[in-house]
């Protein structure tokens, strides 16, 4: 997909700040053999694997079941996906609405580059204060977290894996706002538009909807 391989290539960079390791996982899956969803079903298996290793050896892990356990082995890799879809379908939607728009070739290039690359600053940032809020849960409440009944081995598995989870999140959502933001200033460069073809309209919104939507999808079975 050429809207990913931009994000690879440091060389044609249009923006001001390199590619996060999100990106860099995400140009990964692209060039996987096969389709990318099928390179996230694999690490969603892995991921589920892993889990199940851990409840496996640790009792207290054991306890929360397999469909737990498979929700949250799958989770990281999940949301990672959405992120990904979320870039494409932004940078598919943007070329969409490129007719309609006053911008210049170079401008819709940076917008594209923006829309689909999370900054490395604030992601590593993003990710250091997760791995750093994460246990403070486990000491303010040791037995409500579920910390006292861990071992030493559980309670690092588990560190690590809500680490990355918390860290996912919060650059989705950070990512999130950023692609909103951009939307918002396509939309106040729209110049003349077609009234009898409003396509290049309903692009966006498309972004926009798939975004809600997996977010549902996402946080739907944690609250069951």
């Known amino acids: 997909m050429t809207e990913i391989a931009v994000v690879d290539d440091r060389a044609q960079t249009p923006g001001d700040y390199r590619p996060s390791w999100v990106n860099v996982v995400a140009a990964w899956v692209d060039r996987r053999p096969g389709p990318a969803w099928l390179a996230y079903m694999g690490l969603m298996a892995a991921g589920i694997a892993l889990q199940l290793l851990a409840a496996a050896v640790e009792p207290a892990i054991q306890q929360a079941g397999a469909i737990q356990a498979t929700y949250y082995g799958a989770l990281p890799v999940a949301v990672l996906g959405l992120i990904h879809l979320l870039d494409r379908s932004s940078t598919r939607a943007l070329q969409v609405l490129r007719p309609v728009l006053t911008l210049t070739d170079a401008d819709v290039v940076d917008v594209t580059y923006q829309l689909v690359v999370v900054p490395t600053r604030p992601a590593l940032a993003i990710t250091a204060v997760s791995i750093v809020i994460t246990p403070l849960g486990y000491v303010m409440d040791p037995v409500g977290s579920g910390a006292a009944s861990l071992s030493p081995v559980g309670l690092v598995l588990r560190w690590g894996s809500e680490s990355l989870v918390t860290a996912l ?19 106040a460069s729209i110049g003349d538009v077609d009234l009898f073809n409003p396509g290049p309209l ?23």
Not at 170 to 178: E, K, P
């Open 169 to 187: 999140f919060l650059i989705l959502i950070f990512h999130t706002f950023r692609q909103l933001r951009l939307i918002d200033r396509l939309h």
């Open 202 to 224: 309903c692009a966006m919104p498309r972004v926009t909807s798939t975004t809600a939507a997996g977010l549902v999808v996402l946080l739907a079975p944690a609250c069951c």
